[in-house]
């Protein structure tokens, strides 16, 4: 990875090589901390924005509410070190992680006590599926693993420990040949992919899973569903089967890190042309098109650094 200067941590900015922790910090030992993956783009007038600010912060601290963890800054304190952050580390554009994890003053499964510590990293990250990825779409396939069942994990937080299920299924596919996995949930329908929510054209429709099939509240899924509005392209949340996705017209992934990324093959089987497909593309230009403020729709989206 790309290093950067600066790492915010626990309320000031300190060198790169000093954000340490020791080796019996409690979210190293049984992954109970929650954390945020956000973009920062840099805009056709060379200044930055970050995308969705406040929804991300406002998701983190969602996820600590939902672990039951005390966050012991505001949101408006964590947004500002995000800023901070990625000021500091002089960076058009970058790929940004906060985490909200336990100290290391106590051991044990009750955390009650524990010291609530919060770090902010900033690094420049290109296309997470790859430039290849993005332009012509990649090949998934169905994961051997199922998704988390929203009553074993709570799927609306988006905590460290429940990473465990994506790396298993990301690292299967990647040996099996394929570049992402795509995992279903506990009844058998389709959830999302390893870190990224689901779309499905069949129709003229985009198909997306509820959030009741486990997959994350994803903030960039969102942000489809009101691109879609404006282009008039009609988004429907459906519970979706595994064949649903073989005979799709085509299909896209949407994350943080993943952007909008086409899918061009699922388990073996093309979808649609084979490339990237044409409302993927238009959903795809539109989003490029806000963040990169190439446009003064959502304006709103974006935050200035
Ligand atoms: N599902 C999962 C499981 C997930 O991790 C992500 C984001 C999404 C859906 C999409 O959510 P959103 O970013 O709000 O649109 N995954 C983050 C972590 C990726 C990683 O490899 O680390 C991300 O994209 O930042």
């Given amino acids: 990875m790309e290093k950067s200067d600066h790492i915010w941590m626990d309320g000031k900015l300190v060198p790169w090589h000093e954000a340490n922790v020791h080796v019996l910090t409690h979210t190293l030992h049984y992954g109970f901390g929650v954390f945020e993956g956000i973009r920062c783009y840099q805009r056709a007038d060379k200044s930055s924005a970050i995308f969705r600010l406040k929804e991300h912060v406002d998701r983190l601290f969602g996820s600590a509410k939902i672990l039951g963890i005390r966050v012991p800054f505001t949101p408006e304190e964590i947004e500002n070190a995000i800023l901070e952050t990625v000021r500091a580390n002089k960076l058009e554009e970058c790929y940004i992680r906060p985490i909200i994890f336990l100290g290391d003053n106590k051991m044990g499964l009750n955390p009650a006590g524990v010291d609530v510590r919060v770090a902010v990293a900033a690094w420049p990250w290109g296309a997470y599926l790859g430039d290849d990825g993005l332009n012509k779409g990649i090949r998934v396939c169905l994961s051997s693993f199922t998704r988390h069942h929203i009553n074993v994990t709570m799927t609306r937080a988006k905590a460290c420990g429940y990473y465990i299920n994506s790396i298993l299924a990301k690292v ?45 509240d994803g903030i960039t899924r969102d942000a489809v569903v009101e691109i879609c509005e404006d282009l008039g392209i009609p988004v429907q949340e459906k519970q979706l089967t595994r064949d649903a996705l073989y005979v799709a017209d085509e299909i896209f992934l949407t994350g943080t890190a993943a952007e909008i990324t086409p899918v061009r093959e699922v388990d073996r089987r093309q979808i649609g042309p084979g490339h990237k497909g044409e409302v993927t593309d238009r959903v795809q230009k539109a989003f490029f098109d806000i963040v990169r403020g190439n446009c003064d729709r959502h304006t709103k989206w974006l935050t200035r650094v």
């Fill in 172 to 216: 299967e596919a990647v040996q099996d040949g394929y570049d992402e996995a795509i995992l279903l949930d506990p009844s058998g329908f389709v959830s999302e992919g390893s870190g990224e929510n689901i779309f499905v054209l069949r129709n003229g429709t985009l198909h997306t899973p509820p959030l009741a099939s486990g997959c994350l």
